[in-house]
């Protein structure tokens, strides 16, 4: 025991004592070194007795706690503002950065709703079409689909163009006059032989109308309306085509929209909470509330690291007894206090974040609201 190097009083910091070196090049950290590692010694009992440890030990637990003041104020600020930072750049340090929050994971995911309806998106709608034949109802797309060289089961109908003539060509025709459109609808009953009656008077827009409604409910009642049915891949169409004519439809691809919902060259993007882009903390700009905390668990550390080394000791022989040292007291001590104060960091944070700071301000507004409505009108009399 009387070989173990122990606390001499003083220290003089140089940059290279800590092991990793993050902030041995800032000033203020130089001179809290030093400063830290005396404050240390003595609330170990320095200089009533020995501390089994050197500067450099204290050096050690002073960056350690700087790194883990660091680390629990940024993953705070990650989630607190990951929805805004995923998909920006990950080249640009964010420690002093104002970060806004965006509407940029919305936009993404509604873009998704737009492919969906049609409305646009960031999935391209293709067009394609099968010739209908006289007498045919069902038409599998799967064939036409392969033929096309799309992969099976990669195909997705979005819509079909198969629908009725619109009741109003049937009706009125705008360059042949009334007459004309009434020839039209009667040929499509196969009464084109007769004489409609036909009158050239203006009529009001509300007869038209009606006019319109009459044909496409007579269509839906009397006709076989126009329809389809999709099952799988198959096409069924109402009614049975009885001539050779196109039949359009729009469709996606469901490889496309995986792909495009997946962007594979982000590597200089925030896609997770690893590579969101923040670096050790600058020790000159942590504040005194910063700083007061890292004080108490360098503390906490170097009180973790006495008790391991007085645990290689268990009791020093004396002339005529023994002393039995406080490892275990200390090691017990160090982590108790490391988490207390982990734990109080984090609700600190915590009761810092954006939705709690709302709140806090809404309540504030509401006291200040009743507050004032006790406040005595003033009566006027002019």
């Known amino acids: 025991m009387a070989n173990i190097p122990i606390w001499p009083g003083s220290s003089s910091f140089f940059p290279g004592d800590t092991p990793f070196g993050f902030y041995d090049y800032d000033y203020q950290f130089q001179t809290d070194a030093d400063k830290v590692a005396k404050f240390c010694a003595q609330r170990l009992g320095y200089p009533i007795i020995n501390v089994e440890l050197q500067d450099i030990n204290f050096y050690t637990a002073f960056e350690d706690a700087v790194t883990t003041y660091g680390n629990e104020v940024y993953a705070y600020k990650i989630r607190q503002d990951y929805l805004s930072l995923e998909g920006a750049s990950n080249t640009n340090n964010l420690n002093n950065a104002l970060i806004t929050p965006n509407m940029g994971v919305i936009i993404r995911l509604s873009e998704q709703y737009g492919t969906e309806a049609g409305t646009g998106g960031n999935t391209d709608w293709h067009t394609g079409s099968i010739d209908l034949q006289p007498g045919v109802q069902d038409y599998d797309l799967a064939s036409w689909a392969s033929s096309s060289g799309i992969s099976q089961g990669d195909l997705e109908l979005k819509r079909v163009f198969y629908e009725a ?109 690893s590579n969101v882009p923040y670096a050790d903390p600058t020790y000159s700009q942590i504040n005194s509330v910063g700083r007061s905390w890292i004080f108490e668990y360098t503390l906490a550390l170097a009180k973790e690291m006495l008790g391991y080394v007085r645990g290689k000791y268990t009791q020093i022989p004396v002339p005529g007894d023994s002393v039995a040292l406080n490892s275990q007291d200390l090691v017990s001590a160090g982590s108790t206090e490391k988490v207390a104060l982990v734990d109080r960091l984090r609700a600190y944070l915590d009761e810092t974040s954006r939705e709690k700071l709302m709140e806090r301000r809404a309540l504030e507004t509401d006291y200040r609201t009743k507050e004032l409505q006790q406040v005595p009108f003033p009566i006027y009399i002019g």
Do not use: C
């Open 165 to 273: 003539p619109p009741a109003i060509a049937r009706y009125f025709d705008p360059y042949a006059g009334t007459g004309t459109g009434m020839m039209n609808m009667m040929d499509g009953f196969g009464w084109g032989n007769y004489s409609p009656a036909i009158n050239f008077l203006l009529m009001p827009i509300s007869f038209d109308m009606q006019k319109i409604q009459g044909i496409e409910l007579n269509d839906q009642v009397r006709k076989a309306n126009y329809s389809f049915e999709l099952q799988n891949n198959n096409l069924r169409i109402f009614p049975i085509p009885n001539r050779d004519t196109k039949l359009y439809f729009q469709y996606l691809l469901k490889s496309e929209r995986l792909n495009n919902s997946i962007n594979l060259s982000g590597s200089s993007l925030i896609t997770n909470v």
